[in-house]
């Protein structure tokens, strides 16, 4: 079974400053998806960016970038010019393109809470 | 386009009873899911489906049960309230066909079992 983690349990960032968020992943599949999705108060999940593993490439949308090591199974997430709105917590979660009994599974990490100052 | 649509936001139940947690999904996807938000442990999941007339259970199913009727529709039934099953719950959907399609999700259900 996959597993991820997220081993910092909060994260604090000035206004306009960069910070990274670490999440690895054990799994024994070659082929899968990674996603990053944020958690604002609301509880309303948003989905920030996704890498697929065949992918070189690391993905990027507008602030946030991620930093994805295939052979060392890591997966961060890099947010830049942070912003108030930014504050949330964030969950690294991992989808097999298995079949079987991982089929559309999707594992989540158990979360980072970041805060951003003004 | 309405997405997910979980129905309650907030319930309070008393240990022993029933209740079934309803949502929708109005954007024909053939997977979809039911997850609980505990502190410190993420989300994990309860039950799936991968269409409808198939169900099957995630990590943590034990006291819950789903069936999917229509394509729409995946309600989960709480058979026997327990204060472990106090949680946060989401419902969430996506296609089938092209992995990378992200899980949408509802806004959630605030369940607390007394």
């Known amino acids: 079974a996959q597993t991820v983690t997220q081993s910092q349990p909060e994260m604090s960032v000035q206004e306009a400053e960069t910070v990274t968020l670490s999440c690895t992943y054990d799994?024994?599949?070659?082929?899968?998806?990674l996603f990053w999705y944020k958690q604002p108060p609301s509880r309303q999940m948003i989905l920030v960016i996704r890498?697929?593993?065949?992918?070189?490439q690391n993905a990027t949308e507008n602030r946030f970038s991620v930093n994805f090591q295939k052979a060392a199974k890591s997966f961060s997430l890099k947010i830049s010019d942070s912003q108030l709105g930014d504050a949330a917590m964030y969950f690294c979660?991992?989808?097999?393109?298995?079949?079987?009994?991982?089929?559309?599974?999707?594992?989540f990490g158990q979360g980072t809470i970041l805060t951003v100052h003004p | 386009n309405a997405g997910v649509t979980q129905t309650p936001k907030f319930q309070v139940l008393k240990t022993g009873q029933s209740m079934t947690l309803q949502c929708a999904q109005d954007?024909?996807?053939?997977?979809m899911s039911w997850y609980r938000q505990d502190p410190g442990m993420g989300l994990r999941l309860i039950h799936y489906?991968?269409?409808?007339?198939?169900?099957d259970q995630g990590e943590v199913p034990n006291g819950y049960n789903v069936s999917r009727s229509t394509t729409e529709d995946f309600p989960l039934r709480l058979l026997s309230a327990a204060p472990s099953q106090t949680s946060v719950y989401f419902c969430?959907?996506?296609?089938?066909?092209?992995?990378?399609?992200?899980?949408?999700f509802g806004n959630g259900t605030r369940l607390t079992v007394t």
């Open positions: 979660a991992y989808r097999s393109r298995a079949g079987g009994t991982s089929y559309g599974k999707l594992t």
């Open positions: 799994t024994s599949e070659s082929d899968y998806y």
């Open positions: 890498q697929e593993a065949y992918k070189q």
């Open positions: 954007m024909n996807h053939e997977y």
């Open positions: 969430a959907s996506s296609y089938l066909q092209g992995w990378n399609s992200p899980l949408h």
């Open positions: 489906s991968v269409g409808a007339g198939i169900t």
